[in-house]
Nanobody, 125 residues
């Protein structure tokens, strides 16, 4: 079993930055994939980014490519989502999720069996 706890959300002006954290506990292996998703009011939950736990390879949704980076430092159990050049359309509840194997290109919520609670990100114009 894997448990995830997301934090770091808040209110920021357009053009600003935020860094979200996702602490992963439990059994993790190099094949694990940690993903980030977001859900805006009245919209479906959508894929944002994914990272392979062992190789650190990453994949991003087109809407955030070049602005968001997901990373992990020094083999720690925390995955970050660094969000730069934020725009109001980035406003959403952000979730981290994990699955135990598979590639980083799977973007469906059903591909991820483990979820953390969400953290609210609000970008003001």
């Amino acid at each position: 079993q894997v448990a995830l706890v997301a934090s770091g959300g808040g209110l920021v002006q357009a053009g600003g930055s935020l860094r979200l954290s996702c602490v992963v506990s439990g059994r993790t292996f190099s094949t694990y994939v940690v993903g980030w998703f977001r859900q805006a009011p009245g919209k479906e939950r959508e894929f944002v980014a994914a990272m392979n736990w062992g190789t650190l390879n990453t994949f991003y949704a087109d809407s955030v490519k070049g602005r968001f980076t997901t990373l992990r430092f020094n083999a720690k159990n925390t995955v970050y989502l660094q969000m730069n050049s934020l725009i109001p359309e980035d406003t959403a509840v952000y979730y981290c999720a994990a699955r135990s194997f598979g590639d980083i290109y799977r973007t469906l919520t059903s591909d991820y069996p483990y979820w953390g609670q969400g953290t609210q990100v609000t970008v003001s114009s």
